[in-house]
Nanobody, 118 residues
Framework: QVQLVESGGGLVQPGGSLRLSCAASGFAFNTYAMSWYRQAPGKERELVATITRGGTSTSYAASMKGRFTISRDNAKNTVYLQMNSLKPEDTAVYYC???????????WGQGTQVTVSS
C-alpha cells in the first residue's frame, strides 16, 4: 500500500523555523521526483519545491527561494522541507507529492497544517 505521511507542522511565530518530513512507503521512492505543495484557505494549491529522484537538482517557487530548502534521504525514504524566516502568508496545509517518470504514477499525502502567527 502506497503511503505518504507528513509530519512536523504546527504553530510557529513569524521569523521562526519549521522542518516538515514526509515518510514514504509502498513504492520505489528513489525513482520518484518529490515535491511539496501548499494550499491556503480560499486559494488554489501551489507548488512550493521539487527535488529530483537522486537529489541532484532542486527548484523553488520565487517566494520561497532563499527561505525554504527541500532535501531527501533515499536510505530513509523521506523527503524534508526546511522552512526559515516564516511569514504569516506561509500559513497553509502543506502536502507531500511523489511523481514517477513520465508522470505515470502520482501520489499525495494527507497534508500537515502550518500556521505562522504571533
Amino acid at each position: 500500500q502506497v503511503q505518504l505521511v507528513e509530519s512536523g507542522g504546527g504553530l510557529v511565530q513569524p521569523g521562526g523555523s519549521l522542518r516538515l518530513s514526509c515518510a514514504a512507503s509502498g513504492f520505489a521512492f528513489n525513482t520518484y521526483a518529490m515535491s511539496w505543495y501548499r494550499q491556503a484557505p480560499g486559494k488554489e494549491r501551489e507548488l512550493v519545491a521539487t527535488i529530483t529522484r537522486g537529489g541532484t537538482s532542486t527548484s523553488y517557487a520565487a517566494s520561497m527561494k532563499g527561505r525554504f530548502t527541500i532535501s531527501r534521504d533515499n536510505a530513509k525514504n523521506t523527503v524534508y522541507l526546511q522552512m526559515n524566516s516564516l511569514k504569516p502568508e506561509d500559513t497553509a496545509v502543506y502536502y507531500c507529492n511523489a511523481r514517477s517518470p513520465f508522470g505515470k504514477y502520482e501520489y499525495w499525502g494527507q497534508g500537515t497544517q502550518v500556521t505562522v502567527s504571533s
